[in-house]
């Protein structure tokens, strides 16, 4: 049975713990977008970003072996499925960030293997928060809402029972399972 701890912005697995700060690399087509990312990730003090790279250029030419987590923009209309499998494959951590998510992407995604989907908006307050839970072997995930932000963020592990929850998380999470 699919356990899950929610979180709030703020809070994050392992807070208190001694771990070393998560290797990142960035992945976005937009070199503007690449830019604010970088600097959000960076200033955060607890993630080093290796590298920033287009999105849009093939895999070999990224510096994966070095990268604990993939952070990658997804556009709208942009379909990554086949970039996340082969990310997958190759045992790299993917989180996404994107817009416009809907059932059918994050199913498609999360079934391709990425540990995470967080809506792109102009805070990306909950990002080295996901950043360092998908580190750490939680999937997280935004909850489809007609008011989804990114500080409802939900990370699944394995030490609560998903009864805990409000109905709405344990529709996400049956749908996920």
């Known amino acids: 049975m699919a356990k899950m701890i929610e979180h709030r912005y ?6 208190g713990c001694n771990r070393s700060r998560v290797r990142t690399l960035l992945a976005d087509h937009d070199p503007l977008s690449r830019r604010v990312l970088s600097d959000l990730l960076s200033e955060s003090g607890e993630l080093d970003v ?5 999105s849009h250029d093939p895999l070999e030419e990224w510096p994966l072996r070095q990268a604990e987590v993939v952070v990658l923009g997804v556009s709208p209309l942009e379909h ?7 990310l997958a494959s190759r045992k790299v951590t993917v989180l996404l960030i994107g817009v416009d998510w809907t059932t059918d992407s994050l199913d498609a995604v999360l079934g391709a293997g990425a540990a995470g989907c967080l809506v792109k908006d102009a805070e990306l307050s909950g990002l080295v928060t996901a950043v360092q839970a998908v580190a750490s072997g939680h999937v ?3 909850p489809i809402t007609s008011s989804t932000s990114c500080d409802q963020v939900i990370f ?3 030490a609560t029972d998903v009864s805990l929850f409000s109905d709405a998380v344990q529709v996400e999470v049956d749908r996920l399972g």
Request: hydrophobic share 45%.
């Open 156 to 158: 699944v592990d394995h």
């Open 50 to 54: 290796i590298a920033r790279v287009d």
């Open 80 to 86: 990554l499925v086949d970039t996340v499998r082969e």
């Open 140 to 142: 997280v995930w935004v």
């Open 10 to 15: 703020g809070a994050h697995p392992g807070k």
